[in-house]
Nanobody, 122 residues
Framework: QVQLEESGGGLVQAGGSLRLSCAAS????????MGWFRQAPGKERVFVTT????????YYAYSVKGRFTISRDSSKNTVYLQMNSLNPEDTAIYYC???????????????WGQGTQVTVSS
């Protein structure tokens, strides 16, 4: 069992930056692939980025590539999402997830956090 808790969301102006954190508790955090998804109002949850448990494989959604960076610190059981050059289209609830393998689809992820709101003003 893995529990995930996101933090770091908030209100930021367009062009600004935020860093989200996802703290994991429970066993075997380092054996899970970690992903970030987001859900805007009235829309479905969509893939943002994911990183394998060993960190060798990383994928980004086209819309965030070059602006967002995922990283993980196994010593702290934490995964981060550094978001730069934010724009209003990035406004959403951001969720972290843990699963057995990297995937751009939410299905394979077994554990989810409660989400953290990111709002980008124009």
């Amino acid at each position: 069992q893995v529990q995930l808790e996101e933090s770091g969301g908030g209100l930021v102006q367009a062009g600004g930056s935020l860093r989200l954190s996802c703290a994991a508790s429970g066993r075997a955090f380092s054996s899970y692939a970690m992903g970030w998804f987001r859900q805007a109002p009235g829309k479905e949850r969509v893939f943002v980025t994911t990183k394998s448990w060993a960190g060798r494989t990383t994928y980004y959604a086209y819309s965030v590539k070059g602006r967002f960076t995922i990283s993980r610190d196994s010593s702290k059981n934490t995964v981060y999402l550094q978001m730069n050059s934010l724009n209003p289209e990035d406004t959403a609830i951001y969720y972290c997830a843990a699963g057995p393998r990297v995937s751009t689809d939410p299905g394979p992820y077994d554990y989810w956090g409660q989400g953290t709101q990111v709002t980008v003003s124009s």
